[in-house]
């Protein structure tokens, strides 16, 4: 990774504070920021400049696209093409954690490098205030992944997003912490809608809406060759991962779900998916910094937002 010596500020999330961050995207600055889901790494999603500040400040590989955010469905519809399916979703889940890929409208004016080469586009409104209100006051589409050092784990604090890039990005608003805690859920159309992530809204939910099953669910890698992020490895701590353990063996730390004994960290000793969405990040990045060499992981049911916590423990655990 590049080195860096930006005296990265943080900003509040007072008016003048995001007319500030609003002025440094508008410079070609590289500005994170809260979502409901994760922090974000805006910039200038029609700037070529700015967006190739994002690949190279998370050291990301240049074949992986960015998410486009956008406050609403009409300032989407400016950057892509929706058909009837997506219409559905966005009106039904936005703003909210659910991404769609759609084909790109000619003159969007969108830096080609958001695409990373495809005619596809992933879009998403986000529903935290503070995205929002950063999202108008800057008054333009914002490229934005995930606020990490590429492959490591997503942050969902401002002190996450200092710890991985502070140095590298010119501001962070800091927001407190994230509330779902895991990144959207994105859908493609291949025609046909397809589950390209789970996340934050669960398949269960999209497959309601849509009134039928949603392809791709519990298949993300075989189906979607083609969606680059989904490197095998990612969201990765230092340590070691066992998944769906009993306990913990000798010199492991245990990352706990349900009323397990001896936990380093439960994601919610009542079992509560929703609360160990939210505690997910925050617990691997604390066990990490904590500097534990191996973690054993408590067995997550694989249901609702449970399939989006096992797909990014079984992404932590996998090799790098
Ligand atoms: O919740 C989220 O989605 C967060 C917040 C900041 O919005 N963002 C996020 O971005 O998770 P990132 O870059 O970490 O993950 C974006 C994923 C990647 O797996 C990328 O490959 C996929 O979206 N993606 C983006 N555009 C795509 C496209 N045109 N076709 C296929 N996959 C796409
Ligand atoms: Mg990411």
Known sequence: MPETNLQTRVLSPSPDDLARAAGLLRGGGLVAFPTETVYGLGADARSDAAVAGIYRAKGRPAFNPLI???PD????????RFGDDALRLAAAFWPGPLTLVLPVREGSGLSPLVRAGHGTVGIR????????????????PVAA??????????????????????????????????????????VGFV???????????????????????????GAVNDLTPDAP??????????ARM????????????????????????????SGDLTEAAANLFVGLHRLDR?????????????AGLGRAINDRLRRAAAPP
Not at 73 to 80: K, Q, S, V
Not at 125 to 140: D, E, I, K, M
Not at 170 to 179: I, L, R, S, Y
Not at 290 to 302: N, W
């Open 229 to 238: 992020g989904q490197l095998t490895s990612h969201y990765a701590p230092v």
């Open 242 to 269: 066992r998944l769906n353990a009993a306990g913990k063996a000798p010199g492991e730390a245990l990352l706990g779900f349900g009323p397990v004994k001896g936990a380093d960290f439960n994601l919610s000793a």
């Open 290 to 302: 904590r500097g534990a060499k191996a973690i054993a992981v408590s067995p997550i049911p694989e």
């Open 125 to 140: 409104a986000p529903g935290h205030p503070v995205a929002q209100s950063l999202l108008r006051a800057f008054g333009g």
């Open 73 to 80: 469905l009409d300032a989407a519809r400016a950057c892509a």
């Open 145 to 186: 992944p995930s606020a990490n050092p590429s492959g490591r784990i997503s942050p969902t604090t401002a002190d996450h997003v200092l710890a991985g890039l502070g140095g590298r990005v010119e501001a962070v608003v800091d927001g407190g912490p994230c509330a779902v805690g895991l990144e959207s859920t994105i």
């Open 191 to 217: 025609p046909g809608p397809v589950l390209l992530r789970p996340g934050g809204v669960p398949t269960e939910a999209i497959a309601a809406c849509l009134g039928a099953p949603l392809r791709g669910e």
């Open 68 to 70: 486009v955010h956008v």
